[in-house]
């Protein structure tokens, strides 16, 4: 589909080092640049890059949003020239998409999957702490670790949810996104301080 193909192009690959571990994810262009990821991604790294198509160069980025209790981050870089993805607002239950990303730090993949209904849930944070509240989006389909911070999109390429998380245990593939009603209010913040210059810290190592 086209719009996915599109889409495909503003996923990048997210990689640092935390607790002397070499930490990988996945990451999507929200406007030039920022890119959202999740905060478990980039937590305790000071060396945090971005590879456009996932392969060298890697570009230096840095934290302009850190939310640990939604497991949420922003990161800013430069001007990639990549085009920017749009969130979907209030996308439905049992809406088709694809799972954008790149999985145990291999090659970019596109994977079909389908959004659940977006609710509140007691759960953990980006550190396995909890209980605490948050807005998730249950994916099905197959995420592995790696496709943490990327989108799943629909056919015209606009998000439906970020994925932090894939289910553990029997039964059919399937995984947990941050709400963009999460996302779009992160975002808010981290446009805010991008445009002063400012940064945050990203916390403890995930690990840690």
């Known amino acids: 589909m086209p719009g996915v193909r599109a889409a495909?192009?503003?996923?990048?690959?997210?990689?640092?080092t935390a607790c002397g571990l070499a930490i990988e994810g996945s990451g999507w262009v929200a406007s030039p640049g920022l890119i959202v990821t999740n905060a478990h991604v980039v937590a305790g790294e000071q060396d945090t890059t971005v590879e456009p198509g996932g392969h060298p160069p890697s570009v230096p980025a840095q934290a302009v949003a850190f939310d640990p209790t939604d497991d949420v981050a922003v990161l800013r870089v430069r001007e990639l020239g990549l085009p920017s993805l749009l969130l979907s607002p209030n996308p439905?239950?049992?809406?088709?998409?694809?799972?954008?990303?790149y999985p145990e730090n291999g090659p970019f993949t596109v994977r079909p999957g389908r959004i659940g209904r977006t609710q509140s849930v007691l759960t953990q944070?980006?550190?396995?702490?909890g209980p605490v509240s948050r807005l998730l989006t249950p994916v099905r389909g197959l995420v592995q670790p790696g496709n943490s911070g990327g989108p799943v999109v629909d056919e015209n390429g606009k998000v439906l949810t970020t994925v932090f998380a894939a289910t553990v245990g029997g039964g059919s593939p399937a995984g947990y996104g941050v709400a963009n009603e999460t996302v779009s209010s992160v975002l808010a913040a981290a446009r805010a301080r991008a445009g002063s210059g400012g940064a945050v810290g990203t916390g403890p190592c995930a690990g840690g």
Do not use: D, E, F
Request: proline share 4%; aromatic share 4%; no cysteine.
């Open 8 to 16: 495909s192009r503003s996923v990048v690959r997210v990689l640092g």
């Open 125 to 129: 944070n980006a550190y396995g702490q």
């Open 92 to 101: 439905p239950a049992g809406r088709s998409g694809a799972i954008l990303g």
